[in-house]
């Protein structure tokens, strides 16, 4: 799909296009921890698409942030695309990167890439999601552990996590295991083939970004 259409796309009154920073929680997420006002008439406000600023997670590594040089997808500044609200807990590109599957209890669901229009879904006698292994305790994550997926090119690894309170997907270099990013709310993650864009996902849907255009 062309540039145009993907600006197009982002223009969607209730997407948040903007990276907040390294550090970030899923606006769905925050709202069902109760961090959304109520507006008038006790009509909850429609809680916008993307990612709000949070605090870094209490991880036992380092936490330099992002690194705009490493061309992959979340590890420097990233817009969002689009936005579903159907979940996945874990996530594969196929097809040439022109579809994106989301697996989910009992059902493999099918999105279009880049709009995320969904379907058709699968719904198999077997759970899919029964095989996917659970979130890292964080200090585990010093080595590659279960669930760990890495991006094409091998410079980067995105690892859901969960102690306590504390869940989320941490986005780290492979060779030295620097925490780049931090989506609190995330579960899962998966690059396109050139790494240009990102796919994450929780119980809450799935967001799709790409490498953030330079500002001109």
Known sequence: MSTDRIRQMQQRPDLIRDDPGAWSIVSYVREAQGSQLIGRGGRRRSTPAGL???????VPLPKPGLDNSIPVAGAGKIELVSVLREGARELHF?????VL?????RVI????VPDLVPGP????ETDPAAAIPPPAHPAEIGQPVPGEVTAPGGLVAAVPIKYGRLFGLVLLRTDNRHVLRF??????AAW?????MIAFAGDWGVMLARIAE???
């Open 52 to 58: 709000l600023t949070d605090t870094a997670p209490d």
């Open 94 to 98: 196929a097809e040439g990167d022109t």
């Open 101 to 105: 599957r989301g697996i989910h209890t």
């Open 109 to 112: 669901r099918r999105f279009s």
């Open 121 to 124: 879904h699968e719904y198999p």
């Open 183 to 188: 989506i609190a709310g995330g579960a899962c």
């Open 192 to 196: 396109t083939a050139d790494a240009q």
């Open 214 to 216: 330079p500002v001109t």
